[in-house]
């Protein structure tokens, strides 16, 4: 037996309480120096794709803001998963975080088997948000959300939708308008969002849901008729397009966002220091500039905020999975 074990519980405990505030001191001091090498940002889509390029942005003022290089590395495959399951398994000292899209809860709600979970991130804030329009061709005559719900419950099961591919954000765009709508309409995914937007400007799909700077020139050129927004609110570059709420789509309410996330147990301290430092970033002037090409708005959160948005989100997307039998083969 050791001499440790043969001393008194007092003693023992004594021990104890005294090692405890060096280990909390040391702590400390690592979440104050913070940070003092070269912090990788994992993406697990392709440079060039969306969550990628707005990494790189956050990443660019990051490292002159920390006055540390911030790394971003591309680790494309399974949807995500691949970078995802990575950075969960990373130490969780705030030098390896994780840029994600909508699809981080929608990705394990339509797979079989759990790839990860919530539980496996600390969130440090959502960065962008990007809405999306609902769009049909003006040979169908529809005028408005009302003129579309009408022909569709006359014709059940017989208009079409399109979208970036099953299990996409624009997918679920689609889904929720069809569940809060009540109507009986297919669904016809293709393999991004140019094709299914194609199809609709081609007049072989009824509608779609597109991201906004897809949609703005072609609606500017009446290619498409824009017969709502996304968002809860109006976007300014389209400011005479209602919300499908205002439409008469009573809850409704889809973005494609983007987001920052660290691994599970990341020192409070540190999400707390991202966070601060991010959200401040994501609002420049010059930066909202470049959200702006790419159809984006600043989307802050607090840390908390996001716990509870990413919540939401997962509930919702297992709901519309449930309820239209989504799955991945």
């Known amino acids: 037996m050791s001499n440790f074990l043969r001393l008194p519980l007092r003693s023992v405990i004594l021990t104890l309480a005294a090692l405890t505030p060096l280990a909390a001191s040391a702590a ?3 979440v104050a120096k913070y940070p003092d090498r070269p912090v990788r940002v994992e993406v697990g889509f392709s440079a060039g794709s969306a969550v990628d390029l707005s990494a790189r942005i956050i990443a660019e ?3 002159e803001t920390l006055k540390q290089p911030i790394v971003t590395e591309n680790r494309a495959g399974a949807g995500g998963a ?3 399951q990575g950075v969960a398994k990373a130490p969780p000292d705030g030098y390896t975080l994780l840029s994600v899209s909508a699809a981080h809860v929608i990705l394990p709600a339509i797979t079989a088997t759990p790839l990860y979970s919530a ?4 969130g440090i804030t959502t960065t962008i948000s990007v809405p999306s329009v609902l769009v049909v061709h003006p040979s169908l005559g529809v005028k408005s959300v009302k003129d579309l719900i009408a022909l569709a419950k006359a014709k059940p099961g017989e208009l079409l939708f399109s979208s970036g591919g099953t299990g996409s954000a624009t997918h679920f765009a689609a889904e929720l308008f069809k569940s809060l709508a009540g109507i009986d309409v297919r669904h016809v995914p293709y393999r991004g969002i140019p094709e299914a937007l194609t199809e609709v400007v081609a007049n072989r799909i009824t509608f779609t849901f597109s991201p906004l700077s897809s949609v703005l020139p072609l609606a500017k050129s009446g290619e498409v008729i824009a017969l709502a927004v996304t968002p ?5 570059a389209m400011p005479d397009v209602p919300t499908l709420a205002e439409a008469g789509v ?9 987001a920052m996330l660290a691994p599970a147990r990341t ?3 540190i999400v707390q220091k991202l966070n601060r ?6 609002q420049l002037p010059d930066v909202k500039q470049r959200w702006e090409t790419l159809g984006a708005e600043a989307m802050p959160l607090t840390p908390e905020q996001f716990d509870k948005y990413l919540a939401d989100q997962s509930e919702l997307v297992v709901k519309l999975v449930k309820a239209a039998n989504i799955q991945v083969k």
């Open 232 to 236: 809860a609110t109006r976007s300014a």
């Open 28 to 30: 400390d001091d690592d």
């Open 61 to 63: 003022k990051l490292t």
């Open 119 to 122: 539980q496996d991130f600390a």
């Open 277 to 282: 430092e991010i959200v401040g970033i994501i």
């Open 82 to 84: 691949l970078a995802a």
């Open 267 to 269: 020192p409070p301290a």
């Open 250 to 258: 009573t809850g409704y309410e889809w973005v494609s966002w983007f």
